[in-house]
């Protein structure tokens, strides 16, 4: 609903309409009310009423009032004073659609340049903000959009986490649309007299002049609609918008009725008659049976034509999968129906073109609803939602080439996880890691956090674990593959990795084992001497010492290899732990694992060789560590000349990190040590990815190293 709202020709009233709303006065002056702070108007205000009522519209609307540039190309003069707020800076307007609600706070945060490093410091540095001049006027629309999936409830996150806790700091004035399900929740949470609900339903705000000022300009050709004879006549246009306005009421969905009634009539007026009120419909749902009856369509085949649409995840459906989807909700082949239904479904839905290298060619045309009123409607009339989502799904993965979802339409790879939920079958889907490693893991991980915690398998369990640090780095596919693998292993989960280094042989790293240790202070790889060698030197200082010791020979004369191993510092009475010296409680104890196997070897410390820095030197491989990440370096002829392997992130600072000449990266965390032997042959290595300041905790997001990081000797 873009065309303006005020007919040429009318008689001119005391004021002249907002020329985008055409209407509303009422909720207008409560809305300046609340940004000129008049004595008595609430600090929140609270802006609700069904889809399709004008909320939106209706804060788009306020906004260009409250914007210092947008104002100037507005006849202010022309409007009623009392619905124009004073020229203030603009207030802050962090839209929700499609994120979720610690992203929310982080926008807020990056707009006022907030220091926060919680999303709990957020709040009581918004509220010490007047105390330096900087008034705190917040605007948070669509929160009925919020969240990446839809299923997952992001919308009453958003409402308990974010908006109750900001209309909570006294300082801070608040205005929201949120669902009126949420409505008197936010209000009851505030002192009396401090927050105020405008539903846009209720007969307080009706505005009827309005609906038919809107359904008048929309008849006119002078913005757009078609030369007909009731919409040339400016007598007939006033008449058969008043007949539509009348028709549609003042209450729910009305707006987008009014809309739809003229776009169904303008589209196709072979056989409408505007002397008959039975042709005009009341509600968006009885449009779309008048619509379809006029003509000469099924009213269950407009419905089944659009129900794929209602279902969809995100911005609308590819083209290609708009027929298979139907099909599968109908339950029937909807080939032919919707070879001849586009026409008539055009008035209801939208094409949504999309741009970018990264956009695969069949996924750059999408379709969509016009409006989510229109999906509400629609889903209504599905007598088993859960049942057709299941459908949809099963689908979906009819269309995964080779079972492989590498090889996935983006929207199948992405949306699936949203479509399950819905149709209650989520769990069953998180059993393939190479999903967990190639969908999307923002609109993943919002699905999985959608289901109880116990409804949960050990591998999804593992993802969710592993999923913050997924999207806070923004890991390309490989990456997250390669976390995958190595937080299966961390989690007893060996057959899981092995899946993914089976259907991704590429990977950068393989984990040849995981233990979990407390307090590991260091780590270090070596060589134990076989049984019986003598060392070089009496000195040893444990995991630190570069004592030699001979590589020696076997009592009997025989070559008997050294063994490779992970020695690490930790608490004395770890077990399998030797103590470094046992007349000091408090000393700490050396941990020795085969470094291949992970096998506790119960070795004495002084028979253990650290390379030294020669062979260090010589070693192909190189690393350079940060708090939480670890890039590894084919080493070149000269200083300089590096080339970057792989990089290990983790969600958790290291503790101890070395590598073995051999390429096996040896790792410390809280969580314990592991051992990943590095594929220097690897021919495609992901960049680190930077970390995303609008998730739920910067404070651990791992931070690439600078500019002037080299591997380490």
Known sequence: MTSPTQAPGQAQATYEPHPYIGGRNAALRALAAWRMEWPGAPRVVILTGSPGTGCSRLLT?????????????????????????????????????????????????????????????????????????????????????????????????????????????????????????????????????????????????????????????????????????????????????????????????????????????????????????????????????????????????????????????????????????????????????????????????????????????????????????????????????????????????????????????????????????????????LTDPNLFAQADPVLLRAAVEALPYEQLDAPARTYLRTAPLLTRTEAPAMLRAALLETAFVEDGLPEYAAVLRGALPELAWHTLWSVSVAGVDGVTVGKLAPTGAVPDNGASDGAASDSATSDGAASDGAEVAPLAVAVSVVPQGTPGARPLRSDDPEAPALLVHDLTTGSVVDADPDLIRRPSEDERAASPLGFSRGADYVRVWRRGAQKGDEELVTALISATPFTGTDISADGILLVATERGVKALRIRPEQPDTPDVPAPRAAEPDPAQAPQPPGPDAHPTA
Request: charged content about 25%.
């Open 61 to 429: 609307g306020f906004l260009m009032l409250c914007d210092p540039e947008y104002r100037k190309k507005l006849e202010l003069d022309a409007f009623d004073p009392a619905t124009v707020p004073p020229d203030l800076p603009a207030p802050a307007v962090p839209s929700v659609a499609g994120l979720t609600a610690a992203q929310t706070l982080w926008l807020l945060a990056d707009h006022y340049e907030l220091s926060a490093t919680r999303t709990a410091d957020i709040f009581p540095e918004l509220g010490q903000l007047p105390a330096a001049g900087r008034p705190v006027t917040i605007v948070v629309p669509d929160v009925d959009r919020a969240g990446p999936v839809r299923g997952a409830g992001e919308p009453a996150r958003v409402v308990r986490d974010v908006l109750k806790p900001l209309a909570a700091v006294d300082s801070i004035r608040l205005l929201a649309e949120v669902p009126r399900e949420f409505a008197a929740e936010l209000a009851d949470s505030m002192p009396s007299g401090q927050a105020r609900i405008i539903d846009l339903d209720a007969p307080e705000w009706a505005d009827p002049e309005g609906l038919v000022l809107q359904a008048e300009a929309l008849l006119n050709p002078q913005f757009g609609a078609p030369e007909l004879p009731f919409t040339t006549d400016p007598a007939a246009r006033r008449a058969l918008a008043t007949a539509i306005a009348r028709q549609a009421g003042d209450g729910g969905g009305s707006r987008l009725t009014v809309h739809l009634a003229v776009q169904s009539i303008l589209t196709h007026p072979e056989g409408f008659d505007p002397a008959d009120p039975s042709q005009l419909p009341a509600s968006v749902g009885e449009l779309l049976d008048l619509h379809a009856q006029r003509l000469d369509a099924h009213p269950r085949t407009l419905r089944q034509i659009l129900a794929p649409l209602a279902l969809a995840e995100g911005e609308g459906l590819p083209v290609h999968l708009l027929t298979p989807l139907a099909s599968a909700v109908a339950e029937r082949d909807m080939s032919e129906d919707m070879a001849s239904g586009m026409l008539l479904a055009a008035p209801f839905i939208r094409p949504v073109e999309r741009a970018g290298d990264d956009v695969p060619e069949d996924e750059r045309t999408l379709v969509a609803l016009q409006h989510p009123g229109i999906g509400e409607a629609v889903r209504a009339g599905i007598p088993d939602v859960p049942g057709a989502q299941a459908r949809i799904a099963m689908e979906l993965l009819e269309a995964v080439p080779d079972q492989d979802w590498a090889k996935a339409g983006e929207y199948v790879r992405d949306r699936i996880a949203g479509h399950t939920l819905e149709a209650g079958l989520l769990p069953r889907l």
